[in-house]
């Protein structure tokens, strides 16, 4: 069974717009949903991260959106740029326990 | 660069073999996590060390064993090898013990024919 559900499995968005990514989860036990950034050939990188008593958190262009009664978050990319062209995985984790990833999201800007 | 290091970059094998996967952390790193990644079943996590000592176990099947030395570094060890087991293994670290910000290597992209 799929602990984290991710989409779309892919996106493609003109040169700043909006990129929004969605995923859900089923295990109320989580308490840290990361997402990260991959390039190919590369390994993913830590992109922003939220806990489950905070609704939203921005770091420059990314904002994490949380919404805890419908078990649910999701990725802003704000201003989109061909730089942000990557692959996206969000994350759900219990502390020193489990930790399930989404299928990603493959993120295509064009200019 | 993350800092995490992990050797080989490539590895080329047979059914039936075995392999092993060798991953440095990042300098003053006690956790290190290993994670599988496949095109059809996305990034798995396997397993977790932390300062030697097994911390948490994903999806790791029983052919598989891990384990991290007391220099930190960590061996990930593949055994009967199947055409399924062909993926990406990433290595990450972190500092705790808990779900710390990971740090991803490059991968060791395995083959196995």
């Known amino acids: 069974q799929q602990q984290v559900k991710q989409s779309p499995q892919s996106l493609i968005v003109q040169k700043g717009g909006i990129s929004i990514i969605n995923c859900a989860y089923e295990?109320?036990?989580?308490?840290?949903f990361p997402w990260y950034q991959q390039f190919p050939g590369k390994g993913p990188a830590l992109l922003i991260a939220?806990?489950?008593?905070?609704s939203e958190k921005k770091e420059g262009r990314f904002t994490i959106s949380f919404n805890k009664s419908a078990k649910q978050f999701s990725l802003h990319i704000m201003d989109s740029q061909p730089g942000d062209s990557a692959t996206y995985f969000c994350a759900a984790i219990r502390t020193g326990n489990q930790f399930y990833f989404g299928t990603g999201t493959s993120l295509t800007v064009i200019p | 660069d993350s800092g995490v290091t992990q050797t080989p970059k490539h590895l080329i094998t047979a059914t039936g073999q075995r392999v092993t996967l060798r991953c440095s952390p990042r300098?003053?790193?006690?956790?290190v996590y290993w994670y599988q990644q496949s095109l059809d079943q996305g990034l798995q996590f396997l397993i977790q060390y932390y300062n030697g000592e097994e911390r948490a176990k994903g999806n790791i099947l029983e052919r598989f064993s891990a384990q991290q030395f007391p220099d930190l570094h960590s061996e990930l060890n593949l055994s009967s090898l199947e055409l399924g087991d062909s993926a990406l293994y990433f290595c990450?670290?972190?500092?705790?013990?808990?779900?710390?910000?990971?740090?991803f290597g490059p991968g060791t992209r395995l083959t196995v024919t």
């Open positions: 295990n109320t036990a989580f308490d840290y």
């Open positions: 990450a670290s972190s500092t705790g013990q808990g779900h710390n910000e990971q740090y």
């Open positions: 300098s003053g790193d006690l956790s």
């Open positions: 939220i806990r489950p008593d905070v």
